[in-house]
């Protein structure tokens, strides 16, 4: 279980967490976050399919997921 703190423009991952007021929840394996970060699936077809499971604000979790930075696998983080 990971809670994710959105405020101020940053996002803090916290382990075994419980947000009693979150106002979104995403639940989903390991394997379909990793496939919905990679881009090797869509999270609208995650969500239709029932792998992902939105308790609370939908568009919330939406509009999370789709603010973040996409980068190609593999990328250079530091170039000479």
Do not use: H, K, W
Request: proline share 4%; net charge negative.
């Amino acid at each position: 279980r990971v809670c994710v703190i959105v405020g101020n423009g940053v996002a803090v991952p916290r382990m075994d967490c419980r947000a009693e007021d979150a106002a979104a929840t995403a639940t989903m394996s390991r394997a379909t976050l990793d496939a919905v970060l990679l881009g090797q699936a869509a999270l609208a077809d995650r969500i239709a399919d029932g792998s992902i499971q939105i308790g609370g604000a939908r568009a919330g979790v939406e509009s999370y997921m789709a603010a973040l930075d996409q980068f190609p696998y593999g990328f250079n983080v530091v170039t000479p």
